[in-house]
């Protein structure tokens, strides 16, 4: 079970090179990470129309020229390709196009983390919200089915697994249930999808912090999903925002995640997803190291519980 942190825009916000940056976080004793793929291209502006042009509209050959350096960087510095996010939302309102642009940029996306062995790839739904008709659950429902069911082709190709995640959505200012916040429909996706398929190229990545924000019974949660999760993002908050920041610096009870993901047998990377606490703009340079170490040791005892190593 390998302790991995996303790298979001971390790394090319640190103001040191990619290979210090990964070594770095390898050096604080990370066994591999969750590599964004929205950060060194501007997902956002291209959804505005903004910009005509897509990275990975590329040739994988292309593609792989222009991520030399940063995968150099991560593979001396002996860190693993455990997973990787994909750019979000896939869609834009009022172009209903923008979703099948995103489909086949999530299909070279596809393409690419088979090529470099990267086995997760969390791809967010479109959300349902409460507030606009045409994103009314059944709506986004057939909207979702048709976004995740277009890659199962070049899912079955591969041993590419997509995952689903579980999302909230922001309504006058509160926190609002989105597509998969809710168990039991996270299990209707995975499973749908999955018998579509006729293979297992569908799961979840588990966020902890999105449970959190909406006062979702973790443990619950879990329970219900069990081996449909495949991944993890792991981060806390006092479920007033969505702040990505460490265990322990927020009101998740922990214990009873690390028992319940004990308890369903989880076996993916213990992956944190704490950007937040990490970014230049919020500490000083010399403090990163610590964070990193200490965020990796939180990551150790995790492990240790769910090897049984300590009482829950």
Known sequence: MDITIQTAGTPYDWGMSLEDSYQMIRDAGFEGIDWSFSHRH???????????????????????????????????????????HAPCPPEAKGCPVFTDYAIEVYKQIIRFCESIGLRYLVIHGIKKTIDDDTHAEEKVRRMNMHLYSQ??????????????????????????????????????????????????????CLDTGHLNVLGKNQEKFIHTLGKRIKTLHLHDNCGAADDH??????????????????????????????????????????????WLRTIYQIGEIFRAKMEGLYDM
């Not at 593609?63 to 593979?75: G, N, S």
């Not at 214990?255 to 937040?276: C, H, M, Q, W």
């Open 245 to 290: 920041l460490a265990p322990y610096t927020g009101n998740i009870y922990w214990n009873s995640v690390i028992k319940a993901l004990r308890d369903v047998g989880y076996e993916g990377p213990l992956n944190f997803e704490t950007f937040k606490q990490i970014q230049k703009n919020h500490i000083d340079r010399e403090v990163l190291p610590i």
């Open 151 to 204: 890659l199962i082709p070049i899912l079955k190709e591969t041993n590419v697994v997509v995952c689903l995640e579980n999302l909230f959505y922001v309504f006058q200012g509160n926190m609002t249930e989105s597509t998969c916040s809710d168990a039991d429909e996270a299990v209707w996706y995975i499973d749908s999808l999955n018998e579509m398929a006729d293979k297992e190229c569908f799961g979840l």
């Open 42 to 84: 501007n997902w956002g502006r291209i959804r505005d129309g903004k910009i005509e042009h897509y990275l990975f509209e590329e040739s994988l050959e292309d593609i792989h020229a222009y991520y030399a350096d940063e995968l150099e960087a991560i593979q001396k510095s002996g860190l693993k390709l455990i997973m990787g």
